[in-house]
């Protein structure tokens, strides 16, 4: 079991930057991808960005350049810096685990973290 904690979210100005966390807790060393996804209201829940545990990154093509990935393995905290947010960027962001365990995989997911963008 994978147990994840986000936060960071809050209400921004288009143009600025935020930067959101994720804490893993629990069966971490399984975690073989993280990610962060996000959802808008009206709208189904969407790839923002990945990492996976040797380090590949991959973006939406509506942030890449915008938004970076990265975590800290020793702390199992992921993080999202996002600069130059839009108001289309805002939305309700969650954290995203993929854990591996013999050939089963399992996901886990975040309570979300709210990001708005005011223009």
């Known amino acids: 079991q994978v147990e994840l904690v986000e936060s960071g979210g809050g209400l921004v100005q288009a143009g600025r930057s935020l930067r959101l966390s994720c804490v893993a807790s629990?069966?971490?060393?399984?975690?073989?991808?993280t990610g962060w996804y996000r959802q808008a209201p009206g709208k189904e829940r969407e790839l923002v960005a990945t990492?996976?545990?040797?380090?590949?990154?991959q973006y939406a093509d509506s942030v890449r350049g915008r938004f970076t990935i990265f975590r800290d393995s020793r702390e199992n905290t992921m993080y999202l810096q996002m600069r130059s947010l839009e108001p289309a960027d805002t939305a309700v962001y969650y954290c995203?685990?993929?854990?591996?365990?013999?050939?089963?995989?399992?996901?886990?997911w975040g309570q979300g973290t709210q990001v708005t963008v005011s223009s």
């Open positions: 990492i996976t545990s040797g380090g590949t990154t």
């Open positions: 629990g069966i971490t060393f399984s975690i073989i991808a």
């Open positions: 995203n685990a993929v854990s591996k365990s013999g050939f089963s995989r399992s996901t886990f």
